[in-house]
């Protein structure tokens, strides 16, 4: 189910969780007749999911907040071909993901998306599925758009240069749809969806540190669930809560996915608490009440192996060093040049734009806090967590921060805006 708010006697609801909603629908292509998603994230992302699978021949129901939604699978190998170019939006997972599940499949698509996507780097997928078996024809620099022709494939053995659930998962439903073992192996633990989902579904999931082995399943048994309300979207709120002078904010059943709250983590090191209420389980992930209180915060340090479990509240918690006390340090963020935008450099620029003193240098990153009123325009790229953590950034005491595309939030969070300033309503 999506996350509620309660601010006052008020209640908001804050999305399904993205990664979650783009698995779970995908698994459901897979399975072997009709499933129930309550509570899935209705944005430019997940739809960019939904319409490719449509494409593809997958039965899958309309996409809207606030309603569930219902896929008919076809089986472990459901797709059919299409002459029509898969268009993933803005979505890196959309994209990534499906190259992984049409390598299984022995015809030939194409993939592409729009301006940002067609820069971002596909070839941590492409590589391991050309190991596999897959024939992929790229773009130079191994970007969209580009075109598979999937069939049979190989088991794989795989050392991921980086933790990326993307790969991984990508990785683990080409061996679904191909039949066969795969193996990965992370520098860091990366977040676990897929691994929840399948382990719920039936399939044989084995862990040993940082290395996964999925075993292809003979089916996928049809299946219902509410998906948790994204944590990446709490967090925005939870920040707003921490720069208040007064009150708090609660936001209930956010999935607390411990390879997704190293945003809490950090916080707490800076002077914060995150406090959490009434666990419960849902599609195999923890939920709970999230509450944020006001805060003063001191700078803090954080290292390369923390940072797949927070990688998209870097922007956030960078926006909440400008506000603590003292030299903040992000180590290893270097992932963030490859997103949609280069936010590694748009943070630094931003805050330096905007009065604080922050450097961006191969993939660290410097934030100085100031407690001075921050103004100025903030380039987003386009790039809705960078929009977002300026956002809550410019609900700071004195703050005239002016966004140059609001409107990009709606990649993930549609209602961010309103759901911000019900946020800030004093209780």
């Known amino acids: 189910m999506a996350a509620e708010v309660r601010v006052g006697g008020g209640g908001i609801r804050v999305p399904g969780d993205k990664s979650i909603t783009h698995r779970a629908l995908m698994l459901a292509a897979l ?37 569930a939604l219902r896929v008919t699978g076809g089986g472990l190998r459901p797709f059919r071909a299409t002459g029509d170019v898969l268009d993933c939006g803005n979505s890196g997972t959309t994209a990534r993901l499906l190259l992984g599940l049409l390598a299984g499949h022995a015809f030939e698509t194409s993939l592409s998306g729009d301006r940002s996507l067609r820069r971002r780097p596909m070839a941590r997928i492409t590589e391991p599925l050309r190991r596999m078996g897959a024939l992929i024809a790229a773009t130079d620099g191994e970007r969209l758009p580009a075109r598979i ?25 080409a ?7 795969v193996t990965v192996t992370e520098p860091f633990h990366s977040r676990d969806h897929a691994e929840r989902l399948l382990r719920l579904l039936g399939v044989h999931v084995d862990v040993d540190g940082t290395t996964t ?48 709250t190293g945003f809490a983590r950090v916080v707490e090191r800076m002077g914060a608490r995150i406090e959490v209420q009434g666990r419960w389980m849902s599609l195999g992930e923890p939920a709970a009440t999230l509450v944020a209180r006001p805060a003063r915060l001191r700078a803090t340090e954080v290292h390369a192996d923390e940072v797949p479990s927070l990688v ?7 926006c909440l060093a400008a506000r603590a006390e003292g030299t903040s340090v992000f180590h290893g ?10 936010r590694l450099a748009l943070v630094a620029r931003n805050l330096a734009a905007a009065g604080v003193e922050a450097h961006a240098e191969d993939d660290t990153l410097r934030v100085t806090g100031t407690d001075r009123p921050l103004r100025g325009r903030v380039e987003t790229a386009g790039d809705h967590r960078l929009a977002m953590a300026f956002a809550v950034l410019g609900t700071a005491p004195g703050g005239e921060l002016e966004l140059d595309d609001a409107g990009c939030v709606a990649v993930s969070y549609p209602a961010f805006f309103q759901d911000l300033v019900r946020a800030l309503t004093d209780a």
Do not use: H, M
């Open 31 to 67: 399975s072997s007749g009709r499933c129930r998603l309550g509570g899935p994230l209705a944005a430019g992302d997940t739809r960019a999911t939904a319409s490719a699978l449509r494409a593809l021949g997958v039965t899958v129901g309309p996409l809207a907040a606030g309603r």
């Open 149 to 173: 022709r999937g069939g049979a494939l190989q088991p794989l053995v795989w050392d991921s240069p980086v933790a990326s659930a993307q790969v991984k998962t990508a990785l683990f439903f």
């Open 175 to 181: 061996g679904l749809t191909g039949g066969v073992r």
């Open 213 to 260: 082995r999925v075993d292809p399943p003979e089916a996928i048994a049809p299946f219902d669930g509410d998906i948790p309300g994204d944590y990446s979207s709490a967090a925005y709120l939870l920040a707003a809560g921490l720069l208040r002078q007064s009150g708090e904010v609660v936001v209930e059943g956010v999935g607390i996915n411990p390879t997704r």
């Open 312 to 318: 998209d509240e870097v922007p956030l918690l960078a």
């Open 333 to 342: 963020v270097g992932e963030l040049r490859v997103k949609e935008s280069d």
